[in-house]
C-alpha cells in the first residue's frame, strides 16, 4: 500500500512540477517552423539562465540611432506570429528601430489561460536576456514592446528588479487576474517609465472593460502614461495593421 501511495504521490509532484515549467518541447517546434520559414531578420539563440530560446533579430534601416525594440508575443504563440508581433517587429525597421522578438514561456494548448501564473517565474530571464544582447550590441535605447499576455508579462517584469530600459508598450493588454503574478492593475503604479497603452475598440472584453481601471492605476506611478484606442481594431488589429504601425511609431518617435 505504502509503495502505491509513494507512486502516486510522484505522479502528482511531477503534474505540479510541469505546470510550473515552460514547455520546452513545443518552443523547440515552434523554434523548427519560424526558421525554416523566416524571410525577414535572422534566429539568434539567447540564454535565460535554464534554457536556450529562439529570438528573431532585425536590423533598422537607420542603425546610427542606436535604439532598439524587444518585442514580445501572447499567450502560446511565438516570436514570428503573424498578427501584431510580426508587422510589429519588421515595421518597426523602418522607422530606425532595431527589433529583437523572443520567444515568451509557453504552456500546452490545453492549458487554460490562469495556469500561466505558475511559469512567471521564467519571464525576468528571458527579457534580461533580450535587453543585456541589446545593451552588449551598444544600443542606448530599449523598449519593451508587447502584446496580450506578453503584456501582462511585461508589466510583471517591471513591477520588480530589472535590466533598465527606456520604455514599454503594451498592445491588447487586460487588467490581469488577481492576487498573482497576473494581477497588472496592481502592478501598473509601479510602472516607473513612459508606458504606451494601446487597444482596440473591438479588443477582448476584457481588454476593454478594464481600460478605465487601467489608466486610473497607471496615475499613481507619477510617470507619463498614455492610452490610445483604436477605432475599429480587434485584439489581433486583423486588417488594422498600418493603423497599429502608426500609432506605435507615433509614440515611440516622439519619446525616443
Not at 523602418?94 to 495556469?115: F, K, R, Y
Not at 528588479?161 to 503594451?170: N, Q, T, Y
Request: negative net charge; glycine residues 10%; proline residues 4%.
Amino acid at each position: 500500500m505504502r509503495s502505491v501511495f509513494s507512486i502516486v504521490s510522484a505522479v502528482c509532484l511531477l503534474a505540479v512540477s510541469a505546470v510550473h515549467a515552460t514547455d520546452l518541447e513545443k518552443e523547440t517546434r515552434w523554434a523548427e517552423q519560424v526558421v525554416d520559414s523566416l524571410l525577414d531578420g535572422e534566429a539568434v539563440y539567447l540564454n535565460d539562465g535554464r534554457a536556450d530560446f529562439l529570438a528573431i533579430e532585425t536590423a533598422s534601416t537607420d542603425a546610427a540611432l542606436r535604439r532598439a525594440v524587444v518585442v514580445m508575443h501572447g499567450t502560446g504563440v511565438h516570436p514570428n506570429w503573424p498578427t501584431v508581433v510580426q508587422p510589429l517587429r519588421v515595421g518597426l525597421t523602418e522607422s530606425g528601430w532595431h527589433t529583437l522578438a523572443i520567444q515568451m514561456p509557453v504552456l500546452a494548448n490545453e492549458a487554460e489561460h490562469a495556469q500561466y501564473a505558475g511559469i512567471y517565474d521564467w519571464i525576468p530571464g528571458r527579457i534580461d536576456a533580450a535587453i543585456a544582447y541589446l545593451r552588449g550590441k551598444g544600443f542606448d535605447r530599449v523598449v519593451l514592446v508587447a502584446h496580450s499576455q506578453g503584456s501582462t508579462m511585461t508589466a510583471y517584469y517591471l513591477s520588480g528588479a530589472h535590466l533598465p530600459v527606456e520604455g514599454f508598450v503594451a498592445v491588447g493588454m487586460s487588467g490581469g487576474i488577481p492576487g498573482g503574478p497576473m494581477d497588472t492593475l496592481s502592478q501598473l503604479p509601479g510602472l516607473k517609465l513612459p508606458v504606451f497603452d494601446l487597444y482596440g475598440s473591438d479588443d477582448l472584453p476584457e481588454v476593454v472593460a478594464s481600460a478605465a481601471d487601467r489608466a486610473s492605476q497607471a496615475a499613481k506611478a507619477g510617470t507619463d502614461y498614455t492610452q490610445q484606442v483604436v477605432a475599429g481594431a480587434d485584439h489581433f488589429f486583423d486588417g488594422e495593421e498600418a493603423e497599429l504601425l502608426d500609432a506605435v511609431n507615433g509614440w515611440l518617435n516622439q519619446r525616443f
